[in-house]
């Protein structure tokens, strides 16, 4: 796991509500992964053509399991996308909470 430091979180208004109408994934939902143990993160190489970016997978206070694709600004995250995980990236997530 790579441990993350940023300074807050950066919600462009054209994407803003574009995760919720989508896949009904609120910004708050989205913060919340970023404070909650297991955070997997790796780098989203194939789509990091003008800006690196990358996804997460992790957990809401209520137990919701997340995907979220980001890129850091100014260090704040700014969400690109988010949806639930798929089977594939849940067990991922299960592997590395058992390392824990």
């Known amino acids: 796991m790579q441990e993350l430091a940023f300074e807050g979180f950066d919600w462009d208004s054209g994407n803003q509500l574009k995760n919720w109408r989508k896949h009904q994934v609120s910004d ?4 919340e992964i970023f404070f909650n143990v297991p955070l997997v993160v790796a780098s989203d190489e194939k789509h990091s ?4 970016r990358f996804y997460a997978l992790g957990k809401t206070d209520l137990g919701r399991y997340l995907f979220v694709v980001y890129t850091v600004r100014n260090n704040r995250v700014r969400v690109i996308s988010a949806r639930d995980m798929n089977k594939k990236e ?5 592997d590395e909470q058992k390392k824990i």
Do not use: D, I, V
């Open 28 to 31: 708050a939902e989205c913060e």
């Open 49 to 52: 053509q003008t800006e690196p």
């Open 90 to 94: 849940r067990a991922r997530y299960h």
